[in-house]
């Protein structure tokens, strides 16, 4: 039991309460056996293969499960770290309640080229986008697993209408025509020139 308490202590204090099974090393011989069998318990949550996150007290032992855009966020921040990764595209809209759907793919920028990732606990994948990550404008936002980075309503805008230039994809112009609302055309227009998307922020501006 000393050793449960103690993995149980490190998951609940590691960022977004999230770990991978090698985190838990120096706890466990065997941490992905462990983690399974917390798992089981209703104690810990798989997100994905090999990445747990902590159960809030209130829902130990029943079939909680976090939001996709809250998953998105841990799963990134445990192979990343903590503030690192940032959510974007048409997860950034979610959280910026500009699209109500709820959506079975998440989107977060990262430093580095990895091949999505399929989620454990419904059907749903991950798609990490390398992107400099310390020059997206971005937020602070609380989820259910702690605070994430998502980019601000301005950058997602910029980063939807670029990735959709011909506007063919129905979230993404609704998430779009949402956004507009949100955002300061000051800013909106400087974030463009320091990103090198005039080109997109005329598109915008047109209406397009």
Do not use: K
Not at 8 to 24: E, G, H, Q, S, Y
Not at 154 to 173: G, I, M
Not at 187 to 200: H, Y
């Amino acid at each position: 039991m000393s050793e449960e308490r103690e993995a149980l202590r490190l998951i609940a204090r590691a960022p977004m309460r999230t770990v991978r099974a090698p985190d838990l090393a120096g706890v466990y011989a065997f941490p992905a056996s462990a983690l399974g069998a917390l798992a089981r318990r209703g104690v810990v949550h798989r997100l994905a293969h090999g990445i747990y996150c902590a159960v809030p007290p209130e829902h130990i032992g029943g079939t909680w499960r976090p939001s996709l855009e809250a998953a998105t966020a841990a799963i990134a921040t445990a192979l990343y770290g903590d503030r690192i990764p940032v959510l974007t595209g048409l997860t950034a809209a979610r959280l910026h309640q500009a699209l109500p759907r709820a959506l079975g793919v998440g989107h977060v920028a990262v430093p580095t080229q990895r091949r999505p990732m399929r989620l454990a606990d419904r059907d749903g994948e991950i798609r990490f986008v390398m992107r400099t990550v310390a020059n997206l404008d971005a937020v602070a936002v609380t989820t259910e697993l702690g605070q994430a980075l998502v980019t601000t309503p301005e950058q997602t805008l910029l980063d939807l209408a670029r990735a959709d230039p011909r506007a063919e994809d129905l979230d993404t112009q609704e998430a779009i025509d949402a956004l507009r609302r949100q955002c300061d055309p000051a800013v909106l227009e400087d974030l463009a020139t320091r990103q090198r998307m005039r080109a997109t922020h005329t598109r915008l501006t047109a209406g397009r």
